[in-house]
């Protein structure tokens, strides 16, 4: 996910918009994208939002379908798993590169994310429905900031993109866990700061299968 603080170049801010967009529903799974309303809607050439839109394609958003257009990427159950699975593999790894590595900044970095996620988790429980992508956004981060140690800019950069199409699923459903996720959460912290690896995979790999559950539930529902 784009960080909100991030101010985009010229050539990213439709790319951007359009990607968040499809992330949090605002274009929804299987619709078609035409050009011309999208250009106007975005302010961009329609040349340029072709551009943007292959891009979409080759990360796994968007589809493209020949003469017939693009398409928004569908959303699945089988698809929801296969993501799951792809960054349970992605963040363990670099979660416990980064336990190894992090120093007293990165120390600081995850304590200041907790504390940012937690706010956002408060006002969710309390049924504050306008901190929705704060939410997610802070949620982000402090994953984020957990593997940014890792030392693998390829590794952070593939796994940014598989958490988005995770997030794609939770945010189709808003479906929140409230205590649980916040548990695991502060369980998280506290195994960084203890340089525990493996209890730190063990609880990252709950987190994201509990989340999952609860997600089945609702769209199977």
């Known amino acids: 996910m784009q960080d909100l603080h991030h101010t985009p170049t010229a050539d990213e801010d439709v790319y951007y918009a359009i990607r968040r ?14 050009l011309t309303p999208l250009a106007e809607r975005y302010g961009s050439s329609v040349s340029a939002l072709r551009e943007r839109l292959v891009r979409l394609v080759s990360e796994g958003f968007a589809t493209g379908e020949g003469q017939r257009g693009f398409y928004v990427a569908d959303m699945s159950e089988a698809g929801l ?3 799951a699975e792809l960054r349970i ?4 790894h670099a979660l416990r590169l980064s336990f190894q590595k992090g ?14 996620l ?6 969710m429980k309390a049924g504050d429905s306008s901190a929705r992508e704060a939410w997610k956004q802070h949620d982000w981060e402090f994953h984020q900031a957990l593997i940014q140690a890792c030392g693998s800019p390829e590794l952070l950069s593939v796994h940014g993109t598989v958490f988005d ?12 866990r409230g205590d649980a996720a916040a548990a695991e959460h502060k ?8 340089r525990d ?3 730190g995979e063990a609880i990252l790999r709950q987190h994201i299968e509990g989340g999952v559950d609860h997600c089945l539930s609702y769209y199977q529902g």
């Open 21 to 34: 967009d499809i992330i949090f529903g605002r274009l929804p799974a299987g619709e078609r994208l035409r």
């Open 165 to 176: 199409k995770y997030l794609r699923y939770q945010m189709r459903l808003l479906t929140f």
């Open 118 to 123: 937690h706010r956002m988790e408060e006002r």
């Open 81 to 83: 798993r296969e993501i």
């Open 197 to 199: 690896a493996s209890r």
């Open 187 to 194: 369980q998280l912290l506290d195994a960084a700061l203890d």
């Open 103 to 116: 120093d007293t900044e990165w120390e600081a970095s995850i304590v200041s994310a907790h504390h940012k």
């Open 89 to 92: 593999l992605l963040e363990c």
